[in-house]
């Protein structure tokens, strides 16, 4: 059962992946209504799944691992020669006017820009994130064993950002977004530790 939640979740991070414009393995993403069906199914499948055999903390884990893991492989799967890769259709043209060219094997120009946006953005957007847990979860900041998860979670969140800052079309796009989740973030974990101070 474990490894079928596991399965299912990766199925789901794939349809995902398959159904944005940036994906490089099919000459057309998916459709908006086959990426929502199909991912939501799988990813609902694979937490019933996984809910029968995990804890709900540990499946929080496996889950986010999941998609981080696959998330992360994803892209840089499409760089090997021997798999067919397409660039997507260019804007202002139909995908199904012409065929898509193969892609250039090597990275995209914005993608060091993207992978420093995840870097620091990514993290600073993951101990917000997890402060937020922290102080307005249960048992608020003093409960037992929460110092633990807390400090646990902030890895797991911190990659599946940055892995999806790749999923993003550039990297002016991924900083600015970023920054705006970074500052409600931020200001929500100011406005939650000035409640409970």
Known sequence: MALLSIVLISVAALVFYLGHPQQRFRPVPLSRQQTLAGGLFSLVAG???????????TLVFVCLITLMTVWGLLPLLSLLPALPSYRPAPRGRSAGTSRPEPAPLGLQPDWWQKSLVGLVGGYLLSV???????????????????VQFNMWLITPLWLL????????????????????????VWQILTIIRGMAG
């Open 47 to 57: 937490l019933l799944a996984g809910a029968a055999v995990f804890s709900s903390l």
């Open 128 to 146: 917000a994130l997890v402060g937020v847990f922290a102080w307005a979860g249960p048992g608020g900041i003093s409960a037992v064993g929460k």
């Open 161 to 184: 950002l940055f892995s999806l800052v790749y999923l993003i079309p550039t990297g002016k796009q991924a900083l600015k977004w970023l920054l705006i989740a970074n500052l409600v």
